[in-house]
C-alpha cells in the first residue's frame, strides 16, 4: 500500500533562518506530488506541484521554493523565512492519470511558526 | 478567478441530529467536486467525489453530497451524525481542463454524544 511521510511534524525558526521540508511517498511510482500551505482560517493553497523529476510548476509568487531530486520526494524551501510564512504545510500526491481531478492522498503536515 | 466558498465555519450538533455543510463555487463551466475530510490527528483524507452522472454522489460513513449546476452548491449532508463525526469538512472544485484544485476554507463540525 502507498503512504505519505512529512517531516518534521512540527517546526519553529526565526524570521531570516532557511527552511527545507521534506515529503517521501512509498507504494507508488511517477506520482504527481504537490505542497499545500494552510494559513489560520483559510483554506488549503497550492504552492507547488510536480508531474516529474525536475518538473515543478509555481502556483503563488513568494520565497518558497520547491524541488522533486528522486521520483518520490518533494522538498519544499526558503532561504529566509519571513513571518507570513508561518502555517500548515501539507504535502499530497495523486496517480497522475487524471491530473487535478484525481483523487489526492495528503500526508500528516507540519506545523512551521516563524517567530 | 474560481473561489469555493463554505458558509459554515464551526457547526455543532448532537447525535442523530441531521447535517449539510453549504459548499458554493464561482465558475460557469463543467466542474469536478470534491469533500475531504480531516479526523482529529488523521490525515486529509477524500470523503466523496463527483465527475459526472448521477448528480447524487454517496461517500464513505453514510455521508452524501448533491451536486447542484444552477445554483453552483455541492452540499454535503448526512441524515444522522455520530460522534465519530467530528472533524474538519473541506470542499474542493477542479474546473475541468485547469490545473488547479481549488479549497474552500473548512467547516469544523463537532459532534455531542
Known amino acids: 500500500s502507498q503512504t505519505i511521510h512529512q517531516w518534521p511534524a512540527t517546526l519553529v525558526q526565526p524570521v531570516g533562518s532557511p527552511l527545507s521540508l521534506e515529503c517521501t511517498v512509498e507504494g507508488t511510482s511517477n506520482p504527481n506530488l504537490y505542497w499545500y500551505r494552510q494559513a489560520a482560517g483559510r483554506g488549503l493553497q497550492l504552492l507547488f506541484y510536480?508531474?516529474?523529476?525536475?518538473?515543478i510548476s509555481s502556483e503563488v509568487p513568494q520565497n518558497l521554493s520547491a524541488s522533486r531530486p528522486q521520483d518520490r520526494q518533494f522538498i519544499l524551501s526558503s532561504k529566509k523565512l519571513l513571518l507570513s510564512d508561518s502555517g500548515f504545510y501539507l504535502c499530497a500526491w495523486s496517480t497522475g492519470d487524471r491530473g487535478f481531478t484525481d483523487t489526492q492522498y495528503f500526508g500528516p503536515g507540519t506545523r512551521l511558526t516563524v517567530l | 478567478a474560481q473561489s469555493v466558498s463554505q458558509h459554515n465555519h464551526h457547526v455543532i450538533l448532537s447525535e442523530a441530529a441531521s447535517l449539510e455543510l453549504g459548499c458554493n463555487y464561482s465558475y460557469g463551466g463543467t466542474v469536478n467536486l470534491f469533500w475531504y475530510v480531516q479526523y482529529p490527528g488523521q490525515h486529509l483524507q477524500l470523503l466523496l467525489k463527483y465527475f459526472s452522472g448521477d448528480p447524487l454522489v454517496k461517500g464513505i460513513k453514510g455521508f452524501e453530497a448533491e451536486f447542484i449546476k444552477s445554483k453552483f452548491s455541492f452540499n454535503l449532508r448526512k441524515p444522522s451524525v455520530q460522534w465519530s463525526d467530528t472533524a474538519e469538512y473541506f470542499c474542493a472544485v477542479n474546473a475541468e481542463g485547469t490545473d488547479k484544485l481549488i479549497f474552500g476554507t473548512g467547516t469544523r463540525l463537532q459532534v455531542f454524544p
Open positions: 510536480s508531474v516529474g523529476i525536475g518538473q
